[in-house]
């Protein structure tokens, strides 16, 4: 059987605010500076597949010619 202690039932002591602050701060840094990593790794994926997309569709649109409307003359009213 374990010996109850006051540590299991109590909280330790006070954290210091400057500690809690520093914690808070890290955390957030840390967060923020994943989401950003994450955002970055999406964005240069969807830019491939951007550039891939457009360069499959850029032969396709040089193949068809465009047409023209023809000029009407004093003959064909």
């Known amino acids: ?9 109590f909280k330790p002591g006070r954290v210091d605010a400057r ?3 520093a914690t808070t701060d890290h955390t957030a840094r840390a967060i923020i500076a994943a989401e950003s990593t994450a955002r ?3 964005t240069e994926k969807l830019k491939a597949l951007r550039m891939l997309r457009e360069a499959e569709a850029a032969p396709e649109a040089a193949a068809k010619p ?3 409307p023809t000029k009407k003359t004093a003959k064909d009213v």
């Open 1 to 9: 059987m374990t010996t109850a202690t006051k540590d299991k039932f």
């Open 19 to 21: 500690d809690k602050a």
């Open 40 to 42: 970055d790794k999406k």
């Open 66 to 68: 465009v047409k023209r």
